[in-house]
């Protein structure tokens, strides 16, 4: 169960996908317009009401982009969430009298909980971000690298009941209705801890290695790559050709010439897509390179021959034909520029971006982070010719993508469900 944009959905494809190959019967539960992602999979799904695209396009969605500073824009996230969460309250439970095991995302985790606990249904955690309190980093939807031990685990715990708040009345309404006893959004999550509830993080140790003041129970598993119509361990489905899953017209363009750049900003959206397109291509042109640009929820878009604008490709495809990726720091983005072994400008926007961005940073994949906020097309060249043409971000973006691949992020998550199912 998950809900949110398509990074908060896709890796459970893949997740999915694992699972059900190994045996298990797996229903994904997330937003309908999502349901395309699960074809061919041998993953079930059961929609949920609320298009989170529609809603970002909405007067209310674009209200985010007048906020001018994370706390401001994540009140206005916490506001839109609390009025939505309550609409798929009777999907929730009805697809949950049809499952053993319940699997939860951070996004849907404290109405998840109640339906589980309702209906008497091990379930377990499976986040796509780290954020239990720990001493070792900031909370990462606060898009701040760290405050102090000390301060870093006090904010953990705060945006952990914050996070509860959102959902505390429809949980309470919730509980009321499956015939449960009231209790406080600080009990709940006290009751789980107690209890040493098991959540499993879909990225790699190698990324973000797993923080020492964790408690047990709670396990780093390795990334979980989304189902893109082939084997999710890196198999071509049998046809030996996985660069001709890319368009036509995108393999000519690929080569004609050097590679090119992808630039790219997921299901975020941007407040003025004309002006942030022209930048990106004058960056890229005046950098000596080609672009691929994905139109995504922002709609950035690029002309002329040495621009290729792209709707939804398969990451996993196109990004080791890269020579670097240009994206917003969003987890799912992140981690196949990871895997594809190329090198990074992140361009965060908002919440855990820059938490992403940092660790590109520090792991010597990206030269440096250019917030979206402050971007210039100055800027991004500098950063471009850097990421480019200075051997060591690609010989260390080739390093960890050999480290990743030998690992396996859904072994974890089965012997989890395996535990629980038993």
């Known amino acids: 169960m998950t809900a949110g944009s398509r990074g908060d959905v896709a890796p459970y494809t893949g997740l999915g996908h694992g699972l059900a190959r190994a045996g298990h019967e797996v229903t ?15 993953v079930a799904f059961h929609a949920l009401p609320v298009d989170p695209r529609a809603e970002l396009e909405s007067v209310r969605g674009q209200g985010l982009h007048r906020s001018t500073s994370g706390a401001g824009k994540l009140i206005r996230v916490v506001e839109m969430a609390r009025s939505l969460v309550g609409q798929m309250t009777d999907d929730l ?8 095991v319940l699997l939860l995302s951070s996004s849907l985790g404290p ?22 309190p720990t001493r070792e980093f900031a909370p990462p939807v606060t898009g701040v690298r760290s405050w ?11 945006v952990n009941m914050a996070v509860e708040r959102v ?28 209890e040493g509830w098991p959540v499993y993080h879909g990225f790699s140790p190698l990324v973000v290695r797993r923080p020492r003041d964790w408690r047990a129970g709670l396990d780093v598993a390795g990334y979980w790559w989304p189902y893109d119509g082939y084997d999710c361990d890196g198999g071509d ?10 368009p036509l017209p995108l393999r000519d363009f690929l080569d004609s010439g050097p590679p090119p750049v992808f630039v790219g900003l997921g299901s975020a959206t941007v407040p003025d897509p004309e002006w942030l397109s022209a930048e990106v291509v004058r960056a890229l042109r005046a950098a000596g390179l080609r672009g691929v640009i994905q139109r ?17 490709v398969p990451h996993s495809v196109l990004f080791p034909q890269m020579a670097a990726v240009v994206h917003h720091g969003g987890a799912g983005t992140t981690a196949a520029g990871l895997r594809a072994g190329v090198p990074a400008v992140p361009l965060p926007i908002q919440f855990d971006e820059g938490f992403w961005a940092a660790r590109l940073v520090s792991l010597g994949v990206a030269p440096r982070a ?3 906020r402050g971007l210039t097309s100055y800027r991004l060249e500098a950063a471009l010719v850097r990421a480019t043409t200075e051997p060591s971000y690609r010989r260390r973006a080739q390093s960890l993508a050999a480290g990743i691949g030998t690992e396996d992020g859904v072994s974890p998550v089965l012997d989890g469900v395996n535990r629980l199912a038993g």
């Open 167 to 194: 959902f505390a009345q429809t949980v309470r309404t919730l509980r009321a209705r499956l015939g449960l006893p009231r209790s406080g959004p600080g009990a709940a999550r006290r009751a789980r801890e107690r």
């Open 93 to 100: 439970i009805e697809a949950a009298h049809a499952s053993d």
């Open 370 to 372: 250019v917030p979206l």
């Open 28 to 42: 994904l539960v997330t937003h309908g317009c999502f349901a395309r992602l699960v074809a061919g999979s041998g």
């Open 296 to 312: 995504g929820w922002g709609g950035l878009r690029g002309a002329g021959d040495d621009m290729f604008t792209v709707d939804e």
């Open 148 to 158: 102090g031990p000390a301060v870093n685990r006090a904010a953990g715990y705060g």
């Open 237 to 246: 489905g049998g046809d030996g050709n996985k660069r001709g899953q890319l």
């Open 111 to 132: 109405l998840g909980h109640a339906v589980a606990e309702g209906l008497s249904l091990p379930s377990m955690g499976v986040y796509l971000q780290p954020l239990a």
